[in-house]
């Protein structure tokens, strides 16, 4: 069964920083783009950034400068690099893996206090 686990996330005051990891349990997804989404309580899952297999990336504009997303694909890892945290980065943060299948991690809190 295919899983993509995530770590890293926790309580960090504004300003700080956290690091995001996302291990997949096939190296099948070194070939397929992969990327982070996040949720904050009462609003739609939105799309932060993506790496492509060749290692290309995209971000949102609300992370642009701050957030930094890596992958190492002898380790069937994506990383997100996390620095000057807002409050408004408050979220669930979810891995994806588009390959075909729409594959999902189950998602690490990250809270920014003010």
């Known amino acids: 069964q295919v899983q993509l686990v995530e770590s890293g996330g926790g309580l960090v005051q504004a300003g700080g920083s956290l690091r995001l990891s996302c291990a997949a349990s096939?190296?099948?997804?070194?070939?397929?783009?992969m990327g982070w989404y996040r949720q904050a309580p009462g609003k739609q899952r939105e799309w932060v950034t993506t790496?492509?297999?060749?290692?290309?990336?995209n971000y949102a504009e609300s992370v642009k400068g701050r957030f930094t997303i890596s992958r190492d694909n002898a380790k069937n890892t994506v990383y997100l690099q996390m620095n000057s945290l807002k409050p408004e980065d408050t979220a669930v943060y979810y891995c994806?893996?588009?390959?075909?299948?729409?594959?999902w991690g189950q998602g690490t809190q990250v809270t920014v206090s003010s």
């Open positions: 790496i492509t297999s060749g290692g290309s990336t």
């Open positions: 994806h893996v588009p390959a075909g299948y729409d594959y």
């Open positions: 096939t190296s099948v997804f070194r070939v397929f783009p």
